[in-house]
DNA sequence: GGCTTATGTCAACACCGTTGACGCAAAGTG
DNA sequence: CACTTTGCGTCAACGGTGTTGACATAAGCC
């Protein structure tokens, strides 16, 4: 962002309680606030008390919550995606640009909730577009489809995290309830007028668990299949 | 929907406007002013007052917000998923699933993009699984094979479709933003810091698109691929 | 040392979801 | 028809939210 003001040059009064303030130190404090309480607990207000300011000295620093919330997703990624390089396998670096950005959102699992379908225009996420278009555009894929088919796979890992980090974010008791359901409610299931969970019957405990991986890796095939380059 | 407070013998009385409420009434009502105004305009006040009575009303027929935007997800699952057959074509039949789900989703993004998230373990789910693995196992895949990949599929779905939600349903201000972003901030990437973005640069519009369709296709192409009964 | 001005503080505004008390009128009973 | 019960709509209030504009004060520059 150009239009940001500088953090060096930034004339610094320490607020009421001796906290001197910055962009890190809030969204750091945001971050913190969001995974101790829920995502319920970030509030202008209390991340001004956490902080020991006044809430409105947060605007000095961020536009509005969401300018906030945009930054504390750019931090997400850049922690996720912290001392990756790509390598030459293209395949294998893409599956572990999901992995590490599934990681990340599973680290803060309410955060990334909020987050997962927003742009930061940040640098962090310049970086990581950067690095995923780069990878299919040296797979061969003219850069137009290299755009599309970069947004199909960052969107399906991105939404898939996104999915997996919010029932992460359940209370245990309810994510336990949800689990259960496919090993007992969809047991129950009439074989006459549901043949084929019938037919699955033993199976669907699968369901219980994440397809991100399965997802991932069923995208990344239909992908080593269009490459220009070959099969693989 | 059966299940609830029976609507006939209700003590019903006339509010000040001499509406009679309804859950039905309050649910299509809720839904009128999501499409109407916009997502944001879904509040308990604004859909009192457009309901003619007041906002605390409402709490006779819904325990909550949260009860009443269930109720809400429920109609939409229950619109969306009408009058679907699965045909011979187990692709098609699973694109045809995927396209439906998205269009009731994006017809009331706010309110699924808050209730996406929830297992709902009732009868249209029920139907749902139920056509998903049997076209799954229509197409020969053996049942724990049949349950993974529907896992894997339904979930890309999901996601996807909550995502494409979640975005119509930011303020249309915050929604430009970020739309924007590709085809401005992006646009004036560094050349030597960001050499992909600077190839791609003409083709980054394509970022502020939903990626839903090509997802799916890519998926369901991966899935035809592994079909024991061949490419198709 | 004085000046400029960025920055933290304060008070206020307009919303939000939710609740408890209250009175009225509809349903039930005879 | 009259009487009682009680479900329901209304009202007022509470505590929360994001955001804004005025204001003092202290940091940094000359």
Not at 98 to 114: E, F, K, N, S, T
Not at 137 to 163: E, K
Not at 212 to 224: C, I, K, S, T
């Amino acid at each position: 962002m150009t239009t940001r003001v500088p953090q060096e040059n930034r004339r610094r009064r320490p607020t009421r309680s001796g906290v001197l303030l910055s962009q890190d130190l809030i969204v750091e404090t945001a971050l913190r606030l969001i995974g101790e309480h829920g995502p319920e607990a970030l509030s202008v207000r209390r991340l001004g008390s956490a902080l020991g300011c006044d809430p409105s000295a947060l605007y000095r620093y961020f536009r509005n919550t969401d300018d906030l919330l945009l930054a504390v997703a750019d931090r997400i990624i850049g922690d996720a995606m912290e001392g990756f390089t790509p390598g030459p396998d293209w395949v294998a670096s893409l599956r572990e640009m999901a992995l590490r950005v599934r990681a990340g959102y599973l680290a803060h699992p309410r955060a990334a909730a909020m987050a997962s379908y927003r742009v930061t225009r940040r640098e962090n996420e310049f970086r990581a577009v950067e690095t995923g278009v780069g990878l299919l555009l040296s797979a061969g894929f003219a850069p137009d489809r290299a755009v599309r088919l970069y947004l199909a796979f960052i969107d399906t890992v991105l939404s898939h995290a996104a999915m997996d980090a919010a029932c992460l974010a359940l209370p245990p008791q309810q994510r336990e309830a949800d689990q259960q359901a496919w090993t007992e409610v969809y047991q129950a299931a009439d074989p006459e007028t549901y043949p084929a969970l019938s037919t699955a019957r033993g199976e669907l405990h699968a369901m219980a668990e994440s397809s991100f991986e399965e997802a991932v890796d069923l995208l990344l095939a239909a992908l080593a299949a269009r490459a220009p380059g070959g099969q693989d």
